[in-house]
């Protein structure tokens, strides 16, 4: 069973306050990643980190930014956040970069 | 180009039916290839993984997928489903070539009929 958590579950909050997306894994994993996901839709990659002080822009463009201070903490922040940004935010750990172990998703609204 | 597609977007079985999901890729050499799936406000869980070996891979909750070369894909199946398998399923794939990110389908929506 794969131990990685994502607070909170849901969010609604108003347009242009600043939030915090947690993400904390207990395996040890060098590799983290966020994924931002429509409803009915595919994963996009928007970060990942391949370690402490390691972080890059995925595929999909996004306002969003991470940091990786400690390994088992990969927090993703929206300084301003907009209607656009209402979305499901996935966060994976990976020990290689084959099998990534998947949180329980973030529900945020942005009203 | 290096994509990875699942030709539906719904599928609808009846309980105890069998069950086959599809997923093609375009990539010039072997992928690896994964199974995933996301029950409703849940994030993703891995179903099966091909790396190399027996095209006939085995995963949980009685899941199974085969990998034939010659049509590039990976199709999932089931002999017989339950109503809690009614989920979304995604095919990805990891092209060695794209600095081993995965690439996500699109997914396929398994309903279930009882």
């Known amino acids: 069973e794969a131990d990685i958590y994502q607070t909170p579950r849901y969010l609604v909050i108003g347009t242009g306050k600043k939030i915090t997306l947690e993400c904390s894994q207990t395996?040890?994993?060098?590799?983290m990643y966020w994924y931002q996901q429509d409803p009915g839709m595919e994963l996009h990659l928007i970060h990942y980190?391949?370690?402490?002080?390691?972080?890059e822009k995925g595929d999909l463009s996004s306002e969003s930014t991470v940091s990786r201070i400690r390994t088992e903490h990969f927090p993703l922040t929206l300084e301003s956040a907009r209607p656009s940004h209402t979305s499901q935010y996935l966060c994976?750990?990976?020990?290689?970069?084959?099998?990534?172990?998947f949180g329980p998703g973030t529900r945020l609204t942005v009203t | 180009a290096q994509s990875v597609t699942q030709p539906d977007i719904h599928i609808t079985v009846s309980e105890g039916a069998s069950l086959e999901l599809r997923c093609n890729y375009s990539?010039?050499?072997?992928?690896?290839l994964f199974w995933y799936v996301q029950s409703p406000g849940q994030g993703l869980q891995l179903l099966l993984k091909?790396?190399?070996?027996?095209?006939l891979v085995q995963g949980i909750k009685g899941f199974e997928a085969e990998f034939k070369r010659s049509q590039s894909s990976f199709n999932l199946r089931k002999p017989s489903v339950h109503w809690s398998d009614a989920a979304e399923y995604f095919c990805?794939?990891?092209?060695?070539?794209?600095?081993?990110?995965?690439?996500f389908g699109k997914g396929t929506r398994l309903h279930i009929l009882p």
């Open positions: 994976a750990s990976s020990e290689d970069s084959y099998e990534q172990y």
């Open positions: 395996m040890g994993h060098d590799k």
């Open positions: 980190s391949y370690g402490v002080n390691s972080t």
């Open positions: 990539y010039g050499a072997t992928p690896y």
């Open positions: 091909y790396f190399s070996g027996d095209t």
């Open positions: 990805a794939v990891v092209f060695m070539n794209r600095d081993d990110k995965i690439i």
